[in-house]
């Protein structure tokens, strides 16, 4: 039987929803860090739904590639970020501008409950499909993607992050460096789904096939568009 909002674990769900306005807090503290620090370049941000939810689908190659899209992205992001991530001052600070801490070695009921809370609530999902920082290729993605966006039935919406890894900082090693560009490219939104609303585990193999070969071949003409 379907529960009603506001009780049960419908009612858990809305109210451990992250907050929109900590996430509209943490993407202008993004917009003066990612453009006071380095130069990005955004094409394609009008692609982006302007309301309803949405799901962008990020390539990860750096640590900067999640704030560099908080300060991009046209709208409030909340991101799917690994748990070890949530240490010290960090914790209150991510939780406090609306990112999810999630468990990567096991089936995180709390994040996805609040991940589906957010497209629930008509708000942007974060996610780096290949679970973890790499080649940001696209080349290995967890079937998360396919899950969040069959079930919401929300529109993804491909993003490549470019530049970041090309050369190291003077000052500091492990960043970009200072004033250097950093291309951020948005896709077409596309829907993973079948059209038929199945959610067995065959549709959602078969909707992360999909999923990887569109991002795939956005990731190709967002390098061709950039030069990168």
């Known amino acids: ?10 009612g858990r769900q809305v109210n451990d929803t992250p907050s929109p306005r900590g ?23 009008w692609k982006v739904p302007a309301t309803g939810p949405v799901i962008l689908a990020v390539n990860h190659a750096h640590n ?28 209150p ?7 999810l801490a999630v468990d990567r070695t096991t089936a995180d009921r709390t994040a996805i409950t609040r991940a589906l809370g957010v497209l629930e609530t008509g708000g942007v999902l974060g996610i780096f499909p290949e679970g973890t920082r790499g080649e940001g290729d696209f080349a290995s993605l967890r079937a998360g993607l396919a899950y ?19 050369r190291q900082g003077r000052l500091v090693k492990a ?13 077409d939104a596309f829907d993973a789904g079948d059209g038929g609303g199945r959610r067995t585990r065959k549709a959602l193999d078969e909707a992360t096939v999909r999923i990887q070969e569109r991002l795939t071949a956005h990731l190709e003409n967002a390098r061709r568009l950039t030069g990168r």
Do not use: C, N
Not at 150 to 166: K, M, Y
């Open 1 to 10: 039987m379907r529960r009603h909002p506001g009780r049960g674990e419908a």
């Open 23 to 45: 996430a509209a807090v943490g993407r202008r503290i993004g917009i003066g860090l990612m453009y006071g620090l380095w130069r990005p370049r955004v094409l394609g941000a």
């Open 64 to 91: 900067i590639d999640g704030p560099m899209l908080m300060g991009t992205a046209p709208r409030p992001v909340h991101f799917l970020i690994k748990k070890e991530a949530f240490v010290g001052p960090l914790d």
């Open 93 to 99: 600070f991510l939780r406090g501008i609306g990112q």
């Open 148 to 166: 969040f966006a069959v079930r919401s039935g929300a529109p993804i919406v491909p993003v490549a992050v470019l530049g970041s890894t090309d």
């Open 175 to 187: 960043l970009p460096p200072l004033r250097g560009r950093v291309d951020v490219v948005f896709g």
